[in-house]
């Protein structure tokens, strides 16, 4: 097989194997297959609409059972979804199911949430569950209510016996996802589990063996990660491996019961922006004592000696560093003066790239924080920390020695896999996203996922404001301040997005120093998360929030705040993404309610910090007596850019998935 072996995407018309590890194999994929895919994926991408998948039916087939479920007890209601598993199962066993299939189980699970939860499931939310169900990424509009639409989809699902995978950005989403809706599948008597960070055996294993299992990404993938390993190790008959190893009870050794279906909110976060950083099992081996403290030390030192430029260069949006070859000579010097590993070029080699990688690619209260005498990583698209992570490959040592905090053991690989090739093994596989199209082609071309946008509920009644430039981060935090001030004067509540702890810390700083009471929400200040977001639609309000409330953050408005314009959104950068952006943008105006979005930006912002942005930082100031509105071109240009040097960053990890470990890998502890 080859190292870039991939499955083929596209629905699997054969029954699931409950009883084994499912998971899709790996099949060889020529060149010609997968240029093939591509091609498919630009028409697939942009055609991907309502009338052409015939998705509409669905809300007719609905309507049909509808009316015979409505004078049912709640006693025969539940029985009539029991009545309803084994069609389903058998439907759902044939390959992708149609609307005739499905209504049943729509009208019967739309009743059931109309008595528990006091919503009645919306027909655009019929449609995304069954474009889901078919196979594709549903595109809803920010707030159109996916918690409620995945309803359908993960409950059809388990009614047909499929072990579901809901998978989220976070563990804070996934754990309210489920409670929010768990009065419906404990009516419907499907059990639920939420894997969170911390928890061990044997509780992780009792958890992947409910229905319908709620998790974040990273838990997920780093289950099967695990899973993966101990197969590996046992040798034998894979049936017969795996039904020793999940073997009921505290003995199971693996954790779940394979990749099933998996439906993923948030699915552009999930499967293209966090698919940058591959995920590590590290461990502690012989190879990891060798790399002893004096030695990292004395790599920090000569990283420290180099100059940039001349013996290294830093790429920053590729998060990446360059010796030069004059670098590599004058390092070459210093190994000869040196002992032990240091000697060896291509281990100090790879110290001193680390190194400098500490120095010059992750800064505090950005990329992390110090906490308690550790270093904790701050994950960059959600904003939370991870505290049970590490960087791979000394990385984060080299970084513990540059914060003067104690050292923890490093660690050696020992298991490696990108998000990537973990998502393409489900044997099916649906997302939902408020921001889908702008990475349509990539969903299909990696991943074999259709976008299907659906119709909003109600109109987008958002109003957006023109963007103001300012020459410097103080005349932005500045102005922030001041525009927060007037605006909270008229009692709106204005959330203000920020990009880092860091600059969350700033912006607070300015308020406070201009007496404007208001809520910190970042990785530091994360007590009571749920009670600052409650608060964040409360006439007055004014929070502070990092990436952590970019997505999925429900803002509820309080009475009388929809007739002063709604939320005010107040956005202070552009990120990498334009998705991330937008999701920021999505916090306001959910529901069809009235929302305001405002973006301030300084021409020192970290989207033009870098070198490779020297134009457009140019052009930005050249542009912006012009007015902001021409300047903000030079903003968009550049994220443009990141945009795609990102989107090939994915292309060659994946590529080179089984090949030699990256820097930036992301290391969870082995057991
Ligand atoms: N059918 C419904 N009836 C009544 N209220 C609903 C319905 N569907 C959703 N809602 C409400 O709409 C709000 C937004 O829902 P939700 O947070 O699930 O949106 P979302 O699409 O996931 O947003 P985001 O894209 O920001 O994650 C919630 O307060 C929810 O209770």
């Known amino acids: 097989m080859s190292e870039l072996a991939a499955p083929r995407p596209g629905p699997r018309l054969t029954l699931p194997r409950i009883a084994g590890y499912a998971e899709r194999p790996e099949s060889e994929e020529g060149k010609l297959d997968r240029l ?9 991408a942009r055609t991907a609409g309502l009338r052409r998948h015939g998705l509409s039916a669905i809300l007719t087939e609905t309507a049909q059972h509808e009316a015979a479920l409505r004078p049912l007890t709640d006693a025969e209601l539940r029985a009539a979804a029991e009545a309803l598993r084994a069609p389903l199962r058998l439907a759902i066993a044939q ?69 579901v995978h809901v998978i989220t950005v976070n563990d804070y989403l996934a754990l309210r996802d489920r409670d929010l809706m768990r009065p419906l599948y404990d009516f419907l008597g499907l059990s639920t589990g939420v894997v969170q960070a911390g928890q061990q055996e044997p509780e992780r294993a009792a958890i992947y063996r409910a229905d319908i299992v709620f998790g974040a990404n990273k838990e997920i993938a780093f289950d099967y990660l695990r899973d993966r390993m101990v197969l590996r190790r046992n040798p034998g008959n894979l049936r017969r491996k795996v039904e020793r190893l999940s073997a009921e009870g505290p003995g199971a050794v693996l954790r779940m019961r394979g990749l099933h279906f998996a439906l993923i909110d948030e699915a552009d976060s ?50 990446r560093i360059e010796i030069t070859p004059k670098g590599a000579e004058r390092l070459e010097i210093m190994g000869e003066y040196g002992s032990g590993p240091f000697r060896v070029g291509v281990i100090r080699d790879h110290a001193v790239v680390q190194a400098l990688s500490a120095l010059h690619l992750f800064h505090r209260d950005n990329d992390y924080v110090v906490r308690d005498g550790k270093v904790q ?41 990108s998000y990537q090739r973990v998502f393409r093994r489900y044997q099916r ?37 023109r963007d103001r430039i300012f020459a410097s981060e103080a005349a932005k935090c500045r102005a922030i301040a001041a525009r927060t001030a007037e605006l909270h004067d008229t009692g709106t509540p204005v959330l203000i997005g ?40 409360q006439r007055g309000a004014v929070t502070v929030a990092t990436n952590m409330a970019g997505r999925g953050t429900d803002i509820k408005l309080a009475p009388g705040v929809a007739e002063l314009g ?106």
Request: hydrophobic share 40%.
């Open 36 to 44: 093939g895919r591509k091609l498919i994926g630009l028409g697939v």
């Open 270 to 319: 999930v499967l293209i922006d966090e698919a940058r950083t591959p995920l590590v099992i590290s461990g502690s081996t012989d190879v990891a004592r060798n790399q002893d403290p004096g030695f990292l030390r004395r790599a920090l030192r000569a990283a420290r000696q180099l100059d940039e430029g001349k013996d290294y260069r830093i790429h920053p949006n590729e998060h």
């Open 566 to 671: 709604g939320l005010h959104v107040l956005l202070t950068v552009r990120h990498d993404s334009r998705r991330v952006d937008r999701q920021l943008e999505g916090r306001c105006g959910r529901q069809g309610d009235p929302g305001r979005v405002e973006r301030m930006l300084s021409l020192e912002d970290e989207l033009l910090g870098s070198k490779g942005a020297r134009w457009n930082r140019r052009a930005a100031r050249l542009l912006r007596p012009l007015g902001p509105g021409v300047a903000a071109l030079a903003f968009r240009a550049r994220q443009r850019r990141v945009e795609r040097m990102h989107g090939r960053m994915r292309h060659d990890l994946l590529a080179a998935d089984r090949g030699l470990g990256s820097l930036l890998a992301l290391s969870g502890e082995a057991e």
């Open 377 to 417: 990583i701050v994950d960059e698209n959600t904003g939370r920390i991870q505290e049970d992570r590490s960087w791979s490959e000394g990385l984060h040592q080299m970084i513990e020695l540059k914060e003067d905090v104690e050292l923890t053991e490093p660690r050696a690989t020992l298991s490696r896999i």
């Open 95 to 163: 390959g992708l199911p149609d609307a005739k299939m499905l209504g049943p189980a729509f009208a019967l699970l739309r009743e059931a949430a109309e008595r528990t939860l006091g919503m009645r499931h919306y027909d655009v939310q019929l449609l995304g569950a069954f474009a889901m169900l078919r196979g594709a990424v549903a595109e809803m509009r920010t707030g159109e209510g996916k918690t409620l639409c995945a309803t359908l989809a993960s409950c059809t699902m388990a009614l047909a016996g499929v072990p």
């Open 498 to 537: 920020t990009r880092s702890v860091g600059a969350s810390e700033r912006i607070s700083a300015e308020l406070a120093l201009a007496g404007i009471a208001h809520q910190l929400l970042n990785a530091v200040q994360d007590a009571d998360e749920a009670a600052v977001v409650a608060l964040a639609g």
């Open 429 to 465: 596989l649906a997302g939902m996203t408020g921001t889908a199209s702008d990475a349509a082609w990539e969903l299909y071309s990696v991943y074999g996922l259709g976008v299907i946008r659906i119709p909003p509920h109600k109109g987008d009644r958002r109003r957006f404001a």
